[in-house]
């Protein structure tokens, strides 16, 4: 557990706080924030995944007793005062199924799992690609939640007890003392949401054999779900809660990533792209995305769809420091060498970098470490590239381009991105996803009417945030 304050001078122990939670794939984090907008305190802790013979997996209690750690050891580093709301935010497709008795039937399948591939493969076989992708927005694959609860189905028989399904963020909104509910932003990850009516897709949930009623009434992100049950946060009893929605929408608003032509560059264990366009696109329109190589489903913002595309980046680093033979301690030493070395990496190029078989072409005489890591950096960024044009030809040139994550601290990428994908922010943010999380909490307490009135990312970085003064990388 890592815990830190960044408490103000001057505040007092009645002022009101607002806690956000963030559900990462590799850490769940949590953030208090001021309803100014300033984030007092941090704390992160190792998302709880274990490993079994089909892939990765999250026990139900495991996670949402993380979320309640790590809340707790925020609460404890920030400054006196109540918490008044809490938001939880996170990563989607994985979840929990409940029996009717409202208990977990079993583990969630972590949304990089494999499994449902087969499913996938079948629906296409059985309706053809357009049938899903026309109804949900979404590329046929293995990620959406409704093809791993039929793998489910078919492979374990606890699954047929199950009557409930619930988004990892929406179990921990209930284990706080909320009401089940489903948010719509994570519901759009489920492919059991039909984007043209906004209500859940009856033939798609047929299809997975799944009971009428699994899915629980739809909110938008901020609407107030219930409060905290006394005694399980510290300060925090009675405090408004809210499902905060999926997390690259949250780190949109976060670092204030909302005006018109904006994209967002979520720079984490994956390199995703956010770009808002007004809901309710035509079926035409929202096949054409998904042609393109887009997805489309619903913003934390109401009124608003998100166009949504990326790219795995922390496999394809992780891939290539175990070629090399280096750790987590040694990254640091690698970056000094890729930076130190020219653009390009001396012809060094990576090629499918996340995919079955990566490939390290060009390998001269001369090869060193920092050429090789350059080398994957820089595949990196040429599909965030690839990827910023996509989106582009389909909804016109960018804006701004702000990016955030904790990917964007790391003076490499910060570096490449600039010379690969082009100019952009990145501004002086802790925690993007939390601190939208936190913030949408404090829509469903009613301190902010809505998400347009939410306080923008302050003018300076914390010296603990890692980034130069003004929060802005050098390009």
């Known amino acids: 557990m890592r815990a830190t304050s960044n408490a103000a001078a001057g505040r007092t122990a009645l002022d009101p706080l607002l806690l956000g939670i963030d559900v990462g794939t590799t850490f769940c984090k949590a953030v208090i924030v001021t309803p100014d907008g300033r984030e007092v305190a941090h704390a992160r802790e190792r998302t709880p995944w274990f490993r079994v013979a089909a ?7 495991a996670v949402l007793a993380t979320a309640l750690d790590v809340a707790a050891a925020a609460i404890q580093a920030a400054p006196g005062g109540p918490i008044v709301a809490v938001g939880v935010t996170g990563l989607a497709e994985t979840g929990v199924l409940l029996d009717a008795a409202g208990r977990p039937v079993v583990p969630g399948i972590s949304w990089f799992d494999p499994r449902g591939t087969e499913d996938a493969a079948a629906l296409a076989a059985e309706r053809g690609a357009d049938w899903f992708s026309s109804h949900t927005g979404l590329p046929l694959g293995p990620l959406p939640t409704v093809f791993k609860y039929r793998w489910l189905r078919r492979n374990d028989p606890s699954a047929a007890r199950g009557r409930r399904w619930l988004n990892v963020e929406e179990w921990i909104v209930r284990g706080l003392g909320g009401d089940e509910v489903a948010e719509a932003s994570l519901a759009s990850r489920t492919g059991w949401l039909d984007q043209s009516t906004g209500g ?3 033939d798609g949930l047929a299809w997975a054999d799944a009971p009428a009623d699994l899915l629980p009434r739809l909110v938008q992100a901020g609407d107030l779900v219930g409060r905290v049950t006394p005694g399980l946060l510290p300060r925090a009893d009675g405090a408004a809660l809210t499902v905060a929605g999926h997390d690259h929408l949250c780190v949109a608003l976060g670092v204030g990533a909302m005006r018109p032509g904006d994209v967002l560059n979520s720079c984490g264990t994956t390199e995703a792209l ?20 887009l997805a489309i489903g619903r913003h ?6 998100a166009l949504m595309c990326g790219s795995l980046c922390g496999p394809v680093l992780d891939r290539f420091a175990d070629l090399l033979g280096v750790d987590a301690a040694g990254r640091a030493e690698l970056d000094a060498a890729a930076l130190a070395v020219p653009s390009g990496a001396g012809g060094l190029t ?3 970098g996340a995919g079955e078989r990566a490939t390290l072409a060009g390998i001269g005489q001369d090869v060193t470490p920092g050429l090789v890591w350059r080398a994957a950096h820089e595949s990196i960024q040429a599909e965030t590239r690839r990827l910023l044009e996509i989106l582009e030809a389909a909804v016109g040139p960018t804006g701004r381009l702000v990016a955030a994550g904790g990917g964007i601290r790391d003076p490499l990428i910060r570096s490449i991105k600039g010379e690969i994908v082009g100019p952009f922010e990145a501004p002086p943010v802790g925690e993007a996803g939390a601190r939208g999380a936190a913030l949408l909490s404090g829509c469903a307490a009613g301190i902010f009417p809505d998400v347009h009135h939410l306080p923008p990312p302050g003018s300076a970085a914390p010296a603990w945030l890692g980034l130069p003064p003004d929060g802005h990388p050098a390009h």
């Open 55 to 61: 892939g990765q997996e999250m026990g139900p209690a």
């Open 200 to 202: 859940w897709w009856a």
């Open 274 to 293: 956010i770009r808002a366009v007004p809901a309710s696109q035509p079926v035409d329109r929202i096949l054409a995305f998904v042609h393109a190589g």
């Open 300 to 305: 934390v913002v109401p009124g608003e769809q």
């Open 350 to 352: 990576v090629r499918d």
